[in-house]
């Protein structure tokens, strides 16, 4: 499963590695890109293995503001 993830408050490119970070080491997450000038997260993940909300959360923990796609 493939979704974008708008995330608020990114700013840099250290932003994008913090928000990237956050996702790649949890389960089912197969890809993860960040990109401040879309101001969103492309997460490739295994939906037996992972939800979005926990994708939303993990980013939400960073400090950043993540948010439901608008087609989720």
């Known amino acids: 499963t493939a979704v974008t993830i708008p995330v608020e408050g ?3 490119f250290t932003c994008e ?5 956050s996702l790649k080491g949890l389960p089912g997450v197969r890809s993860v ?3 401040v000038k879309d ?10 293995q992972m ?7 993990a980013i ?6 993540a948010n439901r796609p608008k087609d989720q």
């Open 17 to 21: 590695l913090t928000v990237e970070s």
């Open 51 to 57: 939800t979005l909300e926990a994708l939303l959360a």
């Open 10 to 12: 990114m700013t840099c």
């Open 60 to 65: 939400n923990k960073t400090g950043y503001r």
């Open 33 to 35: 890109d960040a990109n």
């Open 39 to 48: 101001a969103a997260a492309y997460v490739q993940y295994d939906p037996a």
